[in-house]
Nanobody, 116 residues
Framework: QVQLVESGGGLVQAGGSLRLSCTASGNIPSYNLMGWYRQAPGKQRELVARSSTASATEYADSVKGRFTISRDNAKNTVYLQMNSLKPEDTAIYYC??????????WGQGTQVTVSS
């Protein structure tokens, strides 16, 4: 059974920074995609950033230059460093693990609130 545990959300003022962490446990293949999605009230869940085990990365246009995704494969952990946060970044952030088998796993979500 794969589980994802997130941490690092919170309340921050605009222009501030937060770092999210997500650790996966269970039977996890050596190749996978780990990343972050977010969902704001009344909006669809959207990709924020994701990274393969080979560190190929993908970012939403809205976060490029402000957010950085990184991972520690030995620990099955992915990080999201969020700088220059804006009120529009306010959302629940979900960690995601996607496998070659197309199995898809989600964390419980962590709230990020950016005040203006």
């Amino acid at each position: 059974q794969v589980q994802l545990v997130e941490s690092g959300g919170g309340l921050v003022q605009a222009g501030g920074s937060l770092r999210l962490s997500c650790t996966a446990s269970g039977n996890i293949p050596s190749y996978n995609l780990m990343g972050w999605y977010r969902q704001a009230p009344g909006k669809q869940r959207e990709l924020v950033a994701r990274s393969s085990t080979a560190s190929a990365t993908e970012y939403a246009d809205s976060v490029k230059g402000r957010f950085t995704i990184s991972r520690d494969n030995a620990k099955n952990t992915v990080y999201l460093q969020m700088n220059s946060l804006k009120p529009e970044d306010t959302a629940i952030y979900y960690c995601n693990l996607f496998l070659r088998t197309e199995a898809d796993y989600w964390g419980q979500g962590t709230q990020v609130t950016v005040s203006s």
